[in-house]
């Protein structure tokens, strides 16, 4: 079955810390992922997406994650947290399903930075 | 840049009420897409529609219908509301004609709460 799993339901991190969100998915054929961003009572916001090429991303705002093959796993990585990135993060995937494709997210990663 | 608008922002309607949910996609996006996100949820998607046709269909109660017009703008309406269908709503956007529509541009979302 076609799924992303999010193992963390909340990461903690010390400001200026590095940060990892974790994120594995189960598709068949080339995935194509994403990681959004969800702050307290706002839309979805694009940080970041693997199509093809090099493995490590980089994306909005210090955000990069590294797609994993053989893992079949595509981390969020923040070298250096802030306070503000402090928000709900969730990892999606494109698939094939029920005849189309579309676009599957996983249960979300609660990113708690402390001052 | 244009992003997706989706109004009203917030809608609070009573138990067996009708609402009515407005998304104006990117400009010279061909595909527009909603999804609920339920309290502590995942988004989930309900319906999407290319080039004003209904082109998959989700998780979407029979209470609920959708169309996009002839302005690309698409409207979610819900009938015989319930409590359970108080969830965050998002509509998002691609562009399917010549980009494949990999990418979707989400909206900020209509929180919807019935009482």
């Known amino acids: 079955a076609q799924s992303v799993a999010q193992p963390e339901d909340q990461v903690n991190v010390a400001e200026g810390n590095p940060l990892t969100v974790k994120c594995t998915y189960s598709v068949s054929g080339n995935p194509y992922l994403f990681w959004y961003v969800q702050y307290p009572n706002r839309g979805l916001q694009f940080l970041l997406k693997y199509i093809t090429g090099d493995n490590l991303v980089k994306g909005s705002y210090g955000f990069e994650a590294e797609f994993n093959k053989s893992q079949t796993s595509f981390h969020l990585k923040k070298p250096s947290a802030l306070v503000s990135d402090s928000a709900l993060y969730f990892c999606?995937?494109?698939?094939?399903?029920?005849?189309?494709?579309?676009?599957?997210f996983g249960s979300g990663t609660r990113l708690l930075v402390r001052p | 840049a244009a992003g997706v608008i989706q109004s009203p922002r917030h809608l609070i309607k009573e138990k067996r009420e009708t609402a009515t949910l407005k998304c104006y996609p990117i400009p010279r996006h061909d595909t527009v897409y909603w999804y609920q996100q339920g309290p502590g949820q995942d988004p989930q998607f309900l319906i999407s529609?290319?080039?004003?046709?209904?082109?998959d269909k989700g998780s979407i109660p029979d209470r609920f219908s959708a169309q996009q017009f002839s302005d690309y703008h698409s409207e979610l309406n819900m009938s015989s509301l319930e409590l359970g269908d108080s969830a965050l709503y998002f509509c998002?956007?691609?562009?399917?004609?010549?980009?494949?529509?990999?990418?979707?541009?989400f909206g900020p979302g209509t929180r919807l709460t019935v009482l």
């Open positions: 998002a956007s691609s562009l399917v004609g010549t980009s494949g529509g990999i990418e979707q541009f």
């Open positions: 999606a995937v494109r698939a094939w399903m029920d005849s189309s494709y579309k676009l599957i």
């Open positions: 529609f290319y080039e004003k046709m209904q082109s």
